[in-house]
């Protein structure tokens, strides 16, 4: 299996609203740690899917 891992060098901004509320993008690091966390997150899944077949079979 191939994984492709799109750079994401796009600056992290800050945005003010009318009701004044801010939003603020996460860091680089924790965009980092959040998108590795799903991206294991998923890999097991797909582990427990094949063992679950294996044992049926």
Same mark, same amino acid.
């Given at each position: 299996?191939?994984?492709?891992?799109?750079?994401?060098?796009?600056?992290?901004?800050?945005?003010?609203?009318?009701?004044?509320?801010? @939003? @603020?993008?996460?860091?680089?690091?924790?965009?980092?740690?959040?998108?590795?966390?799903?991206?294991?997150?998923?890999? @097991?899944?797909?582990?427990?899917?094949?063992?679950?077949?294996?044992?049926?079979?």
């Amino acid at each position: 299996m191939f994984r492709y891992a799109k750079k994401m060098n796009k600056k992290r901004y800050h945005e003010e609203y009318e009701e004044g509320s801010n @939003l @603020l993008w996460p860091s680089e690091e924790e965009d980092k740690i959040t998108r590795k966390f799903y991206r294991d997150l998923s890999h @097991l899944t797909q582990k427990i899917s094949e063992v679950i077949e294996l044992a049926k079979s």
